[in-house]
């Protein structure tokens, strides 16, 4: 099996493979793209959109199915090229300064203390469903979806980034007797399991209807009764030529936020906790040395790497550390092999929460650096100061459950265990 397969995830990622690949050549030829793996040459492909382009053939590895899936994606600001990319991003910036996350930090670490204090007295809980609720909570106030809402957003980003594992593909865990009137109507219709169990593919509109049907709704309703959310900013918005966001560029914000930035940070949470639960020693030391936190953050998002890849297109022919590449080929940056490159990081296989400088690319780099960078930070650090004040030294209780995707290093279970 190779670092293509979504089964060697379930198995945990194959750094092993990765290091032999790496060091055999900084790009190597895998299945029908180059896999680029150094930190170097990572960083290279993604500041430079005018040769290694997001949008000719999307970020994904697997290629859009039809002509009209592509055009479907390309819709999407992820896989968009200057200048359309930089006039969206442009937009939503204002959301992601940091004074904007700053005003929420405050709320941020209430809503962390108070998801850990709920399980304190039980002794054990499934971390990853605990740490599920913070980003769908962060999320519903940043973009002003009613709380009762948030599980769509659990259950979209299952189906999207899950499409590979069996029960997140057809994750349904959204009560219709709780939610909003407009969730309501976004579940009916909801599309079901066809006869062999199989989803209709969630990287294609018709694959994703309740999620726009949801995001149509919420974006007219934005546009009538604006709040001082960020969905709110965007339909009042009116740019020189007199422009509005359109419903259709509103719906794919939507999408890629409600998935996107949910996924990350939500798989992000319960891998920086295993990275601990892995290493006692380090999570004494964050134990006894809360100045640790920040530097910590970093090196969890640096070893676990939530998002493993993305992909380009070749514009024209170059060379990429003395590799021929020609125009079309798809380049792969392979973000989990580039946060272990030892020509960056001093001893990369050791998880050290003091690490620093720690030049990681969890967060891409380049244009399409990720927008909530900080607020990701902030909820990170928000949820584990709540477990190292409320739990103290927690443990493993029963084998993590690991998603089974070549995209998002995830859990799907994080069983731990703490005196009470």
Not at 89 to 94: D, K, P, Q, S
Not at 161 to 173: E, M, N, R, W
Not at 200 to 224: C, F, H, V, W
Not at 355 to 365: A, E, Q
Request: proline share 6%; glycine share 8%.
């Amino acid at each position: 099996m190779g670092i293509t397969d979504p089964d060697t995830y379930v198995r945990g990622v194959p750094h092993d493979e990765l290091a032999r690949l790496r060091q055999e050549s900084p790009v190597v030829r895998v299945d029908d793209f180059w896999a680029v793996l150094r930190h170097a040459d990572v960083r290279r492909v993604l500041r430079d959109p005018g040769l290694f382009s997001s949008q000719l053939g999307g970020t994904q590895i697997r290629d859009p199915g039809t002509v009209a899936d592509l055009a479907y994606v390309r819709r999407m600001m992820l896989n968009m090229d200057p200048p359309e990319h930089g006039r969206l991003r442009g937009l939503l910036t204002r959301a992601f300064t940091p004074r904007a996350v700053a005003k929420l930090t405050s709320q941020i670490e209430a809503r962390a203390r108070e998801l850990v204090a709920r399980v304190a007295g039980r002794g054990s809980c499934d971390f990853a469903a605990v740490a599920a609720d913070l980003p769908l909570l962060t999320l519903a106030a940043v973009f002003g979806v009613p709380e009762q809402d948030r599980r769509l957003m659990y259950d979209w980003s299952n189906r999207v980034i899950g499409y590979q594992d069996a029960d997140y593909a057809v994750s349904s865990t959204v009560d219709a007797a709780s939610v909003s009137d407009l969730a309501r109507a976004a579940l009916a219709v909801r599309p079901s399991p066809g006869p062999d169990g199989s989803m209709p593919d969630p990287r294609t509109r018709a694959g994703m209807p309740d999620l726009y049907a949801y995001a149509n709704a919420l974006g007219e309703y934005k546009r009538g009764h604006p709040g001082d959310d960020v969905m709110s900013t965007l339909m009042r918005h009116v740019d020189g030529d007199g422009g509005r966001v359109s419903l259709a560029e509103f719906e794919n914000l939507f999408w890629l936020f409600s998935v996107a930035g949910n996924e990350t940070l939500r798989n992000g949470l319960p891998g920086g906790m295993l990275a601990l639960l892995s290493h006692p020693e380090q999570y004494r030391r964050l134990l006894a040395d809360r100045s640790l936190l920040p530097s910590a953050v970093e090196e969890m998002l640096r070893w676990w790497t939530p998002v493993m890849n993305f992909r380009r297109t070749a514009v024209s022919d170059t060379r990429l550390s003395d590799v021929d590449i020609r125009a079309g080929d798809k380049v792969v940056v392979w973000f989990s092999s580039a946060n272990r490159d030892p020509a960056v990081f001093d001893d990369p296989a050791t998880f050290d929460v003091g690490r620093t400088p720690n030049d990681h690319l969890t967060f891409g780099h380049g244009p399409h650096f990720c927008l909530g960078a900080q607020l990701a930070r902030v909820q990170l650090r928000a949820m584990f100061t709540a477990v190292l004040d409320l739990l103290g030294e927690v443990s493993l209780d029963g084998e993590p459950v690991r998603l089974r995707s070549n995209f998002q290093n995830g859990l799907k279970s994080l069983p731990i265990r703490w005196a009470r």
